[in-house]
């Protein structure tokens, strides 16, 4: 089942427009990362930002942590239609040291940028 | 450095066939993942391999199997297919043992079962 949700949904901006996205999820976890899926291909990475860090920036992109919480939120500044895709956020369980990979993904936002 | 690449890109096979997919990750990445993707279920968890052995596996039943190769190479296989095992099928590699790093997806397989 999956453990985030992401909210909205889905989203639809103008291109130069800020887009913020925010996930939710239930259990502690070691690090929480963004991923982009284009019209049903494979996910590429964006960022990841772990349990001990707050804030982190990648280019255009601003990811804040609150574990207290349990959310985070996915920035994209100054959109561009190249940004038109779904995002989803991936949780590392704490506590699988040794134990592997296995993420956990939420429900995705569909972000639509249009010109 | 060549992405991690998933064959075939596409595939339409019948109720109760099986089907064979494979995944070569990225050079020098131990750990192999599969996850099918769903538009009811979204993106689950199948299992993942590092070194040739299984270290996790998601709730599905057991029609559903995989295996990693020496050279890192994994193979996952559905027996008994069902309407509801269409889906994107998705592999991803790492470099890591622990989900302490990001995680580099294949262009996944589609695989439609009519």
């Known amino acids: 089942s999956q453990q985030g949700e992401e909210d909205p949904q889905a989203l639809s901006i103008q291109e130069g427009e800020n887009a913020t996205m925010n996930c939710s999820y239930k259990t502690s976890i070691n690090n929480l990362q963004w991923y982009r899926q284009n019209s049903g291909r494979g996910l590429v990475h964006l960022i990841l930002i772990r349990s001990n860090e707050r804030e982190k920036h990648s280019g255009r992109l601003r990811v804040t942590l609150d574990t207290s919480k349990k959310s985070s939120s996915l920035l994209i500044t100054a959109s561009r239609a190249a940004d038109t895709a779904s995002y989803f956020c991936?949780?590392?369980?704490?506590?699988?040291?040794?134990?592997?990979?296995?993420?956990?993904f939420g429900t995705g936002t569909q972000l639509k940028v249009e010109l | 450095k060549a992405g991690v690449t998933q064959t075939p890109r596409y595939l339409i096979k019948t109720r109760g066939q099986q089907v064979t997919l494979s995944c070569s990750p990225i050079?020098?990445?131990?750990?192999v993942s599969w996850y099918q993707q769903t538009p009811g279920q979204g993106l689950q968890f199948l299992f993942e391999?590092?070194?040739?052995?299984?270290?996790n596996k998601g709730n599905f039943p057991g029609r559903f199997s995989g295996r990693q190769f020496s050279n890192s190479r994994s193979e996952m296989n559905v027996s008994t297919l069902e309407l509801g095992d269409s889906a994107l099928y998705l592999c991803?590699?790492?470099?890591?043992?622990?989900?302490?790093?990001?995680?580099?997806f294949g262009q996944g397989t589609r695989l439609t079962v009519v």
């Open positions: 050079s020098g990445h131990r750990s």
């Open positions: 391999y590092f070194s040739e052995t299984q270290r």
């Open positions: 991936a949780t590392a369980k704490l506590g699988v040291t040794g134990g592997g990979n296995k993420l956990t």
């Open positions: 991803a590699s790492s470099s890591h043992r622990d989900s302490e790093q990001e995680a580099f």
